[in-house]
């Protein structure tokens, strides 16, 4: 993909294909159905949350909750 | 002036530095023209060449130690300090994350990565490897990435659990997959020539695969690939082809008046083992009036056999029962170097690089005298 | 703009302002594909050696303000002590030499001073000039000796 195709992905965008790293599992249709996912901090699954559910991992219960990492690549100096 | 030659032993004594309980003595080297009247220390090729000695203590690819004679510190300074600063290796000098979900915070992991040690082919890291150029003013960083200057690597661990586990297991390792990251998980990519020259045997690689560089836990992932380029010591440690470099000067220790029976063996105790041995005081020497051994004859007495061994700890000069018996000393002179390397060189050639890069370097700069007089 | 606002009250010079180019807020440069560096075949080793041959060419070494052909301060660019002692020591030997001494003036500068002074019937530049050459000499004369003590060295452990 050149410079100049990329596009910071958006919610109402409708054909978003990842950033510089493809790698992780997110696909396109996640960002249009306004769920979030988020990352147990119990059990680790991936809990979708829309918007005003309640806090809650629904594998374990688990009221902790947290954020993705970005899906775009960093770069780094190796010093 | 006429020309006088000093007796050997005035030369023996000039190159002995001193080292008493608290001080050291004749720290600078003399060997100037017109430093000592009428004697000749001009520079001589064939002085050199006559007094120049190296010898080998120890020869293995990760470690060398030898003895470089005759020389002035000075020199012997400037291959030291070449070989730490000057002598090129290739690291890891960018890491493009994609994804990290170690506990290993980003920024650490990438600085853990640079400082690996990597090896691979001699051919290709010497003859094919080059430095990376300077980008053009408004060009970015990668216009100047190509094969020959520009290695990629690879490392996407993701940890999972182990079905087969023991029920019972409790060792992390067995009971998930890749619950350990180490070197030998990051996988070199080949670019165009590279194929050639750092094929089979020849691969990039790290030198000691067993390196740990992250513990994952189930669900965690480390996905990055990375880029390496040519660099030096003086730029950033992890380029330094030598985990250390060092030299040390021969330690002396001359026995001035002779030390017998429990003071001898006290006298072994002050140096490590091997530098003193115990032998029994001969008959003929017993016999030999102003000797200091008269009445002695089969006495134990303290002999020097391995000064080299001498960590010049100045032990033996905390007792009053060696006072003025012993002197210690370093010979200026004899250099013992020894060189570890972190394994992309061999040792030894660590030393005949850090020859050849100073020669090359006052090759050029004779060429710039003659340039800036034009 | 809230960082405008501040600039108001500070004294004005425009000129300092003005070129501020903001950066893309992320851009991170792609890793370079696979495709850019396999090109290279075609692209020819000449251009390289033309950047290396630029980087020959700057002048590293100056003759400092006030010299005389006996007396001299040299400065060299992008040496330190590495060269800076051996060749003191060096051009120190050369009998037709009054004083040599180096200094690294100040440790953030990449600089390196050398003085010579010289009797009679030479010049501080032959002076340096001779020790640059004497110094490669010692270097072979080490890299010989070095060679033949690592066979000497290699036949011993073989035999032992």
Known sequence: MSREQYQIPTGSQQTFTGGAGNTAATTSREFDTGIMYYTCGDCAARVPLEKGAGIRCQKCGARVLYKERTK???????? | MPRKQPTEEELERR????????TVTDVTSTDFPGNWPGEDYAWDIKKII?????????????????????????????FRRIMIADIPTIAIEKVFIDNNTSVIQDEVLAHRLGLIPFTGGREGL?????????????????????????????????????????EDEKDPRKLYNHAHVYAKDIVFMPVGRQVKYFAGENAIRPVNPDILIAKLRPGQQIDLSMIMHKGVGSDHAKFSPVATASYRLLPTITILRPILGRDAENFAKCFPQGVIRLEKVTKAEAAREGSGYEGHASELKAVVVNPMLDTVSRECLRHDEFKEKVKLGRERDHFIFNIESTGQWESDAIF??????????????????????R | MAKSKSRTEAPQDASEDVVMQELPTSHQPDVQDDASMAEVDAEDDAEVEDEEEIEDDTQRVRLLPGSTPTAASFEFLNEGHTLGNALRYIIMKNPDVEFCAYAIPHPSEPKMNVRIQTYEGTTAIEALQKGLKDLQDVCDVVSDKFVAAQKDFKKKSISS
Request: aromatic share 8%.
């Open chain 1, 72 to 79: 775009r690549m960093v770069q780094f100096e190796a010093r």
């Open chain 2, 15 to 22: 190159k002995i530095v001193g080292v008493n309980a608290e």
């Open chain 2, 50 to 78: 006559r007094d120049t000695k190296i010898e080998f203590h120890q020869n293995e690819p990760a470690e060398a130690s030898f003895s470089l004679i005759g020389v002035d510190a000075s020199i012997a300074n400037a």
């Open chain 2, 126 to 166: 010497d003859n094919f490897m080059r430095w990376l150029p300077k980008p053009k003013d408004n060009e970015p960083i990668e216009s100047t990435y190509f094969d020959y200057n520009t290695i990629s690597l690879e490392l996407r661990v993701t940890c999972t659990h182990n079905p087969n586990a023991a």
């Open chain 2, 352 to 373: 005949l690089a850090s020859i050849a890069h100073l020669k090359e370097k006052a090759r050029k700069l004779e060429q710039q005298v003659v340039d800036m007089v």
